[in-house]
């Protein structure tokens, strides 16, 4: 008999499937709006094959992000609904379709690593961001998880970030503006500048004109390997660094010294490894770094390091209650 962990191990590619094509049908959205169902009533509904709804809400049942009565209604287990509503800043379903559609497209990759070498079969492949932007429709969904990936923890970051007194802030690879509205809806007098590749330029136009944010809210194009940073009393990072290696972030971060004020600071905000090696999340998007970017996730320490080494001190760590948190370096 196979123990509960090694299911779990062995049949996760089944539940993130059945994850995404619930989400992608609507069948989330009909629990949340219509209440218990069954998968006769809700194939109907929503137009879909209800022999094939029904196994992969059986999938769902067994790993408890469904629940099914004596009866064989369904229903959402109601801790889960804010990331399965598409109206909650919780929502992750962009996410889970970037894991199914682009992520898992990419694991067989790690075969080649193991034999070959991650430099040597890098170097016949495009890239990471040639992929990631090749056209408008991939950078909508890419900027569209990583929104979903950081918008509902950004308001959380911003209060640890304490920005009272701040009143220029830099958002270093900002995408569509994700942290910088947090601040901007948080601190009635900062002005937010996103400095991005220019291809972001037209979705952080987009945020802009949603929030109402005016001038309050720039956008600076540009490549932060060739191009200096915009100068700002605070800069931030946002899943930057994982992107890239130890000496790419400290290049980064020097980068980012030179670019701020005296007295001022920097925010790295990233998923965090603890001294063991976990969580499961972050150890599952380290492995999803290899494969998609060229870096990986960091313990706070290593994060420390990497700001001590590019001239920033008096670093702090603060955790949020999600999977991002916070490390603070300051200029002296």
Known sequence: ????????ALFGLFSTHALHLADKHGVFAHLIEEGPADPVGISVSRQIDAETLERLLLVLAAVSVVERDDEGLYRLAPELVPALDRRSPRYLGSFVRHLVTNTTGQLHQLDAYLTQGKAAVDAELPAPFDTIYKDEAATEAFLEA????????????VRLAELDGVRTLVDVGGASGAF?????????ELNVTVFDLPQVGPFLERTREAEGSGDRLGFVPGDFFADA?????????????????DETCV??????????????????????????????????MN??????????HRTASEYTELLEKSGFVDCSVHRSTWDKHLVVGRKP
């Not at 990583?146 to 970051?157: K, P």
């Not at 910088?180 to 601190?187: D, I, T």
């Not at 999803?288 to 970017?293: C, F, G, I, Y």
């Open 146 to 157: 990583m929104w979903q990936l950081s918008f509902g923890v950004s308001g959380e970051l």
């Open 251 to 284: 290049e980064l971060l020097t980068k980012a010294y030179d670019a701020c004020a005296n007295g001022g600071r920097v925010l790295l905000m990233e998923r965090l490894f603890d001294e063991a090696g976990g969580p499961l999340a972050t150890a599952a």
């Open 1 to 8: 008999m196979i123990s509960h962990t090694l299911d779990n």
């Open 229 to 245: 940073l915009p100068r700002a009393e605070c800069l931030s990072f946002g899943y930057i660094l994982s992107d890239w290696d």
């Open 287 to 296: 492995l999803s770094m290899h494969v998609e970017t060229q870096g990986r």
């Open 180 to 188: 910088a509205v947090a601040a901007l809806r948080s601190y009635p």
